[in-house]
């Protein structure tokens, strides 16, 4: 299995560029989150899913957009990039049915100019 | 809503040296979590609290619930310079209308660096 996979590793946006990260995993996991980890800050819930078609609000889902359409994918989007959305962006899957174990992809950094 | 309060920040120690870290929060927690983030790469769970006063090891770490669920402790015995990351503490962060308890709230984070 190839765990959770985030694409792309890194990304430089202009204020007011869109885009969206790519989220897969292969464990069958219906649970899968999206948090946003800035310096010395944790991590913050942005968005999650507790199965295909069903999204809710995280921590801080201002300036973001999900969907998910399939099991396996949770594709984050940003509309209108803003330097606040600077940070390291990190999905995340588990089982969901208990507080359980979360596992997480490599990350992708971000960065808006 | 609910906050962990990690401490140190950050720790600054000598290969071979043990190490202390603990989270608070200001609510009862039934579970705590342990993650290890390393540099460039996401958390990874090292080890999961269940109940109050439990004690798990992992290799050369052993966690504890604490008695008052408010509390969790970590300690890493004789560090190596692997050990370098950030190590996370994480709770659930409330009940869903189903009953289940997935959402987790993390604390900041302890940086550890080891000094070969």
């Known amino acids: 299995n190839a765990g959770v996979t985030q694409t792309p590793k890194f990304r430089i946006l202009k204020i007011g560029q869109s885009m969206t990260l790519q989220c897969t995993q292969d464990?069958?996991?219906?649970?899968m989150y999206w948090y946003r980890q800035d310096p010395g800050m944790g991590l913050k819930l942005i968005y999650y899913?507790?199965?295909?078609?069903?999204?809710d609000k995280g921590e801080v889902p201002n300036g973001y957009n999900v969907s998910r359409s399939t099991t396996e994918d949770f594709p984050l989007r940003l509309e209108l990039a803003a330097p606040s959305q600077t940070s390291v962006y990190f999905c995340?899957?588990?089982?969901?049915?208990?507080?359980?174990?979360?596992?997480f992809g490599p990350g992708t950094r971000l960065t808006v100019l | 809503g609910q906050q962990l309060n990690q401490s140190p920040q950050s720790m600054f120690i000598q290969e071979g040296e043990d190490v202390s870290m603990n989270c608070t929060s200001s609510s009862i927690f039934n579970t705590w979590l342990w993650y290890k983030q390393d540099p460039g790469e996401g958390p990874v769970l090292l080890i999961a609290?269940?109940?109050?006063?439990e004690l798990t090891s992992n290799g050369r770490l052993t966690a504890q619930f604490g008695i008052t669920r408010k509390d969790s402790f970590l300690n890493i015995s004789a560090s190596i310079p692997s050990d370098v990351g950030i190590y996370f503490c994480?709770?659930?962060?409330?009940?869903?209308?189903?009953?289940?308890?997935?959402?987790?709230?993390f604390g900041k984070g302890t940086l550890l660096t080891v000094n070969p």
């Open positions: 609290l269940y109940k109050a006063g």
């Open positions: 995340a899957s588990s089982y969901g049915t208990h507080v359980d174990t979360q596992y």
């Open positions: 994480a709770g659930p962060s409330g009940m869903n209308s189903g009953g289940s308890n997935y959402k987790l709230t």
């Open positions: 464990m069958n996991h219906n649970y």
């Open positions: 899913s507790v199965g295909a078609g069903i999204t």
